[in-house]
């Protein structure tokens, strides 16, 4: 089975000062999206005839990544990098140095080259 696990990119009202129904209004809208978006990439890979299900949860990607596959018993964590370096690395981190450095599971990172884009 193949599982597709994507975190919103909206955090969660507690570390924020905005209003909590604000944020939970686009957390619901980022998730509905995430969602959509996830279930047209498993139906077309379900058309290959693949097992797969979609997971959307969680609101920090690197925790979120390793405790769902730990709570699955993954074989593999399999995720995408954009190739950060050098001073963003530095200030910002990585999803994937920190999915590598939480988990005992192994880690494939294809990195996405951003040159290639549209």
Same mark, same amino acid.
């Given at each position: 089975e193949l599982m597709l696990i994507c975190v919103p990119a909206v955090p969660e009202s507690g570390k924020y000062r905005a /209003?909590?129904?604000?944020l939970q209004?686009?957390? +619901?809208?980022?998730?509905?999206?995430?969602?959509?978006?996830?279930?047209s990439v498993a139906e077309g890979l379900q058309a290959q005839g693949l097992s797969v299900r979609a997971i959307v949860t969680g609101s920090? /990607?690197?925790?979120?990544?390793?405790?769902?596959? +730990?709570?699955?018993?993954v074989d593999l964590i399999m995720m995408t990098s954009?190739?950060?370096?050098?001073?963003?690395?530095?200030l910002m981190g990585s999803v994937a140095q920190q999915v590598v450095q939480l988990t005992d599971s192994p880690v494939f990172i294809l990195p996405i080259n951003n040159e290639l884009e549209g």
């Open positions: /209003p909590g129904n604000v209004a686009i957390r +619901k809208q980022a998730e509905t999206g995430t969602r959509d978006y996830l279930a920090y /990607p690197a925790r979120t990544i390793v405790e769902v596959g +730990k709570r699955e018993g954009q190739g950060r370096g050098g001073l963003d690395l530095l």
